[in-house]
């Protein structure tokens, strides 16, 4: 199912120390269309956590994470 | 005929990078097989954590220029022109005044960023800043009048340069009202875009009971959407509301638009490989500082040392060595604590920082360094 998601915008946030993958998230996601759908690729465990959580409050759509074997893929539509 | 090196911005990053060709490079120079040229639209080069102390009082604008003739070596060629097009195929630059234009073999872009509070409705009328010259005057003049009532530093823009900067300013803040004898009057918040103090978690660690202990309140996962300068609130992409008496703003930021017109990348800052500083998109293309897309901060330090990198392998390239340098995504900040103590991280790519107890002696530090960083710039230190 998630092979077939198709991003618009890939995120590579792999290795990200400052100020990490959830704020390239949010810098992406703002200058994108309503629509829009992004992979977050992500080696930060803490990611799985804190990016449901603000997408939740945010109003953004979760729509997969795959395990990519040594980083995960977070797949999110921009409401 | 002479290999042209050409980098465009006259910035921390491209001023250290012109200045360590020039000294490496020395020989190949003077026997006109290398040429170095710099071009920039300022004829200042401009510190710009100066401007945080500007906005304190505590140091003026004039402070953070300097001609850059001044600070470059006599080798490097200086233009001061606007590149206005990058033509990746031909190798050529295309500039407002020089009607030619430039060719290049080895071009590196470091032209920094800019902020952008017009992404965000509202922000121009209703907030200060302390990222440009004139904010940081119009911040100081509004902190000196401000005697009470909500100030708000609100983190709007998710990348911005400094990050250690948004928790300097409450911090600083607190203490430079406190000494005043107003911190009862006044109130301050701090906003942050997710749902920690900073990006860093270690940072965030460190800093939640600070901000506690110092009484500043903290608003976690607060993207403005818009700020309502008449109403004096700030609307939020969560459906959040925080009113405020002065609003301080870390805005978007942007990259130049000619990354994006050039094709090197699509937001202004231009995609390279993390170690080499090349960039995806173009054959002997480097970006370093603000304009590179590394995973670490936009911070000075890191386009000093991602200049010493490219400076290294673009001395190799020319003499026909392969290059082995790389960038590991070195980055050190201090961080003020108050008006007179501080602390300092260093991290790499992949690493969190250990965090220091701030003290006298750090914040002397970066007083310090404050006035030694013109020998950075000349690529001394």
Same mark, same amino acid.
């Given at each position: 199912?998630?092979?077939?998601?198709?991003?618009? #915008?890939?995120?590579?946030?792999?290795?990200?120390?400052?100020?990490?993958?959830?704020?390239? =998230?949010?810098?992406?996601?703002?200058?994108?269309?309503?629509?829009?759908?992004?992979? =977050?690729?992500?080696?930060?465990?803490?990611?799985?956590?804190?990016?449901?959580?603000?997408?939740?409050?945010?109003?953004?759509? =979760?729509?997969?994470? #795959?395990?990519?074997?040594?980083?995960?893929? =977070?797949?999110?539509?921009?409401? | 005929?002479?290999?042209?090196?050409?980098?465009?911005?006259?910035?921390?990053?491209?001023?250290?990078?012109?200045?360590?060709?020039?000294?490496?490079?020395?020989?190949?120079?003077?026997?006109?097989?290398?040429?170095?040229?710099?071009?920039?639209?300022?004829?200042?080069?401009?510190?710009?954590?100066?401007?945080?102390?500007?906005?304190?009082?505590?140091?003026?604008?004039?402070?953070?220029?300097?001609?850059?003739?001044?600070?470059?070596?006599?080798?490097?060629?200086?233009?001061?022109?606007?590149?206005?097009?990058?033509?990746?195929?031909?190798?050529?630059?295309?500039?407002?005044?020089?009607?030619?234009?430039?060719?290049?073999?080895?071009?590196?872009?470091? %032209?920094?960023?800019?902020?952008?509070?017009?992404?965000?409705?509202?922000?121009?009328?209703?907030?200060?800043?302390?990222?440009?010259?004139?904010?940081?005057?119009?911040?100081?003049?509004?902190?000196?009048? !401000?005697?009470?009532?909500?100030?708000?530093?609100?983190?709007?823009?998710?990348?911005?340069?400094?990050?250690?900067?948004?928790?300097?300013?409450?911090?600083?803040?607190?203490?430079?009202?406190? *000494?005043?004898?107003?911190?009862?009057?006044?109130?301050?918040?701090?906003?942050?875009?997710?749902?920690?103090?900073?990006?860093?978690?270690?940072?965030?660690?460190?800093?939640?009971?600070?901000?506690?202990?110092?009484?500043?309140?903290?608003? %976690? !996962?607060?993207?403005?959407?818009?700020?309502?300068?008449? *109403?004096?609130?700030?609307?939020?992409?969560?459906?959040?509301?925080?009113?405020?008496?002065?609003?301080?703003?870390?805005?978007?930021?942007?990259?130049?638009?000619?990354?994006?017109?050039?094709?090197?990348?699509?937001?202004?800052?231009?995609?390279?490989?993390?170690?080499?500083?090349?960039?995806?998109?173009?054959?002997?293309?480097?970006?370093?500082?603000? %304009?590179?897309?590394?995973? %670490?901060?936009?911070?000075?330090?890191?386009?000093?040392? *991602?200049?010493?990198?490219?400076?290294?392998?673009?001395?190799?390239?020319?003499?026909?060595?392969?290059?082995?340098?790389? !960038?590991?995504?070195?980055?050190?900040?201090?961080?003020?604590?108050?008006?007179?103590?501080?602390? !300092?991280?260093?991290?790499?790519?992949?690493?969190?920082?250990?965090?220091?107890?701030?003290?006298?002696?750090?914040?002397?530090?970066?007083?310090?360094?404050?006035?030694?960083?013109?020998?950075?710039?000349?690529?001394?230190?």
């Amino acid at each position: 199912m998630s092979e077939e998601i198709q991003a618009d #915008v890939v995120v590579d946030s792999r290795g990200a120390t400052c100020p990490g993958p959830l704020m390239d =998230l949010i810098g992406k996601i703002k200058t994108a269309d309503s629509g829009t759908v992004l992979e =977050l690729q992500t080696e930060d465990r803490g990611s799985k956590k804190d990016v449901p959580e603000w997408l939740d409050k945010a109003g953004h759509e =979760l729509l997969d994470v #795959v395990d990519q074997g040594d980083y995960w893929s =977070l797949y999110v539509r921009k409401s | 005929m002479s290999e042209r090196i050409v980098i465009v911005g006259g910035g921390t990053g491209g001023t250290v990078l012109a200045n360590r060709l020039a000294d490496k490079l020395s020989r190949e120079i003077d026997d006109g097989d290398v040429s170095v040229t710099m071009v920039t639209d300022d004829v200042d080069h401009v510190y710009k954590p100066i401007f945080l102390y500007v906005a304190f009082g505590e140091r003026e604008v004039a402070d953070a220029r300097r001609p850059v003739r001044e600070l470059l070596d006599r080798r490097v060629d200086l233009q001061i022109d606007r590149v206005v097009g990058i033509d990746t195929d031909a190798q050529h630059l295309e500039c407002q005044d020089e009607p030619e234009g430039i060719d290049y073999d080895h071009l590196v872009l470091a %032209t920094g960023a800019r902020i952008a509070p017009e992404a965000t409705p509202g922000l121009v009328e209703g907030a200060h800043d302390f990222y440009t010259p004139d904010g940081a005057e119009r911040l100081r003049d509004a902190l000196a009048e !401000f005697t009470g009532g909500h100030l708000v530093l609100s983190v709007v823009g998710a990348v911005h340069m400094c990050p250690a900067a948004p928790l300097e300013f409450v911090l600083m803040a607190d203490d430079w009202f406190r *000494e005043r004898g107003l911190r009862d009057d006044v109130d301050i918040t701090y906003t942050y875009p997710i749902g920690r103090a900073h990006g860093i978690q270690s940072i965030a660690d460190w800093a939640t009971p600070v901000l506690e202990e110092r009484d500043i309140e903290v608003e %976690t !996962f607060f993207n403005a959407e818009e700020v309502d300068p008449d *109403e004096q609130v700030i609307r939020t992409l969560e459906g959040t509301e925080l009113a405020y008496d002065l609003l301080v703003a870390i805005p978007d930021h942007r990259g130049d638009e000619l990354v994006k017109e050039a094709g090197l990348g699509d937001d202004g800052w231009v995609p390279v490989e993390k170690r080499t500083l090349e960039a995806k998109e173009a054959e002997n293309v480097y970006a370093i500082g603000d %304009t590179a897309d590394v995973p %670490t901060s936009k911070a000075g330090s890191v386009a000093h040392y *991602e200049a010493g990198v490219v400076a290294d392998r673009l001395a190799s390239r020319v003499r026909g060595q392969i290059p082995t340098a790389e !960038f590991d995504g070195k980055t050190v900040c201090f961080i003020e604590s108050g008006m007179d103590e501080a602390t !300092f991280v260093e991290f790499e790519y992949g690493k969190q920082p250990v965090m220091r107890s701030p003290s006298k002696f750090i914040h002397w530090s970066k007083l310090a360094y404050n006035e030694s960083y013109w020998l950075t710039a000349k690529g001394l230190l």
